[in-house]
């Protein structure tokens, strides 16, 4: 079942982007975005408000990524720093096993992980760039 909807912060002046127009995909999106919203330490969030270019692995053609989060915080030490942020399942962060019986469910999951590990590649490289850290955040870290 897919769940998704619009999310209305409380704290509107740490969002960047067009606060009428925040989109989660997932119930695990709209935790991490009550959780940006409301967590002190995070001074400035924003959900899909840039992209980064990635070539697929599927057509070697050149994409754009939509990274799920932007959070720029202040940590224990007091410096600032600045993260992209990945809401995914765990399953879809590993690559899938061999098949001995090759179904169009196994192609997927093998494209899929495929096209992730491109676009988190290119959002890594982004991140180095930019001395930005890139993050992806899994049912174990989000405690669902």
Known sequence: ????????????????????????RSSWELKFMKYCDSNNSILEWGSEEMYIPYISPVDGKTHRYFP?????????HNKIKKYLVEVKPKYQTKEPKTQKRV?????NEVI???VNQAKWKAAEEFCKDHLWEFIILTENELKV
């Open 112 to 114: 899929t992980y495929s």
């Open 68 to 76: 799920d989060f932007y959070i720029k915080i202040v940590d224990k």
């Open 103 to 107: 179904t169009k469910q196994y192609v």
């Open 1 to 24: 079942m897919a769940y998704s909807g619009r999310y209305t912060p409380s704290n509107k002046h740490k969002y960047k982007g067009d606060v009428n127009n925040i989109i989660y």
